[in-house]
């Protein structure tokens, strides 16, 4: 099956730094999409991205499907942005998601 | 828009105890998916039903795992004979009827815990 690797791991930032977080796929994908999971375990959707750039904000997300990788730009980091993001793509002929192993980010004050 | 409403929130039970969750999705989306995520993983898929039809399960859902969407509408997870391994968090997401699925929206979640 399709394989959904995120780097870095974990990452430690001070309030007001810049992040690039990487979400690589090994297949073609019809979905994708990148979530923060806050410490109440509540997933929030941060963009519905399949392909091309999108911006909200401090967050920007750019998704290469030609060659199978997204990425997740956060802009002046606050402590509020803590917490687990994760990738999730959607293989063709499925509409599941299949999650990557997720970037911890921790953002000090 | 209300979202996607799970409950309860939290579920405390023995081993061997059957549980229930239950999970309503937003009004117009017709698919629904159900995935569990354990302690520093992502979530996994367990199944997805568009309107009452469940379409795909995975390996994961064994015997002692059955979901229904019995009209379309809200759906149910129940669990037999709860295991220790069972212990995790469920969350239930829905999507609108777009030809790619469209972005899927997932509610707070069911945490079990397995004593």
């Keep these: ?109 | 828009d209300t979202g996607v409403s799970q409950n309860p929130r939290h579920k405390i039970t023995k081993r061997g105890q059957n549980v229930t969750f239950r999970c309503d999705p937003i009004s117009e989306h017709n698919r629904l998916y159900w995935y569990r995520q354990t302690l520093g993983q992502g979530p996994e898929f367990l199944t997805y039903f568009q309107n009452e039809a469940q379409l795909e399960k995975s390996r994961l859902l064994s015997d002692r795992f059955s979901a229904e969407r019995p009209k379309g509408s809200f759906s149910t997870l129940e669990i037999q004979r709860t295991e220790q391994g069972d212990s995790a968090m469920y969350l239930c997401a829905s999507s609108g009827l777009g030809q790619l699925g469209g972005p899927q929206h997932f509610g707070d979640g069911t945490r079990l815990s397995i004593l």
């Design chain 1, 1 to 109: 099956g399709i394989q959904v690797e995120q780097s870095p791991p974990d990452l430690i930032l001070q309030e007001g730094a810049n992040s690039t977080l990487r979400c690589n796929f090994s297949d073609s994908v019809n979905n994708l999409q990148w979530f923060h999971q806050n410490p109440w375990g509540q997933l929030i959707n941060l963009f519905y991205i399949p392909s091309g750039t999108k911006q909200n904000g401090r967050l920007s997300a750019t998704t290469v499907a030609t060659e199978r990788y997204s990425l997740l730009y956060i802009s002046s980091s606050q402590t509020t942005d803590s917490g687990v993001y994760f990738c999730a793509v959607g293989p063709r002929g499925t509409y599941k998601y299949i999650f990557g192993t997720g970037t911890r980010l921790k953002v000090l004050a």
